[in-house]
């Protein structure tokens, strides 16, 4: 049997007057195997540091170019994962949503539906999703921000297999690395109209069925 491990990012900020982001990006990336790729970033990062660069994980918003040219290499070369977004046009999200927990309740979910229809396979034994740590602290506000995730993907989690939710820090988890980069070249893409990144990612994105 197999296990679905689904990682989740996400871009922009909650601004929601004309200073802020004019988007937000929800990211999810997908895989039954996720050790060669993180074997892949690892490698990266040794070999950074083996050249003099000191990096303790990788962040696209913060790398420099030759190491984002690096990672996008591995990414793009590496099959057996997909990805996928959402782009939230921020004015355009209506009051009540803007709340920090029915705003990732909501478009968050829509993300994750796009995975679990369809997209699990027979032999699916379990699903994991694994999230950076969430902006709240606190036990009660997890447990809401979980809840209300599954509401919302309710009709569309399969039944008669656990599904389990982490909120790792993503220094210890390489594939939640790998999501930030695709999450980064498609908020560039539309924050900013710059396509490098999201151009060499794109053979990784999955399409609509």
Not at 26 to 41: M, N
Not at 43 to 52: E, H, I, S
Not at 62 to 90: I, N, P, Y
């Amino acid at each position: 049997m197999a296990t679905l491990h689904i990682h989740i990012d996400e871009a922009g900020n909650f601004d929601f007057s004309p200073r802020g982001s004019r988007f937000y990006v929800f990211a999810v990336a997908w895989t039954y195997d996720p050790s060669p790729l993180a074997r892949g970033l690892e490698a990266v990062r040794f070999g950074l540091l083996k050249t003099g660069v000191d990096v303790c994980h990788l962040h696209a918003a913060e790398d420099a170019q030759a190491t984002r040219d690096q990672v996008v290499k591995v990414l793009a070369g590496h099959a057996g994962w997909l990805f996928a977004s959402v782009v939230v046009q921020k004015n355009k999200v209506f009051e009540p949503l803007r709340d920090p927990t029915w705003f990732y309740a909501k478009f968050l979910s829509a993300a994750l539906r796009f995975v679990l229809r369809g997209r699990v396979r027979e032999d699916t034994s379990g699903i994991l999703i694994y999230t950076d740590r969430l902006p709240t602290a606190k036990k009660a506000g997890v447990r809401a921000f979980e809840k209300a995730v599954k509401k919302e993907c309710a009709a569309d989690l399969p039944k008669g297999y656990p599904v389990h939710m982490y909120h790792h820090p993503s220094e210890s988890n390489y594939w939640l690395q790998a999501v930030d980069y695709a999450c980064w070249g498609v908020q560039r893409k539309w924050e900013m109209g710059d396509t490098r990144t999201y151009d060499a990612l794109r053979g990784r994105m999955a399409r609509l069925r």
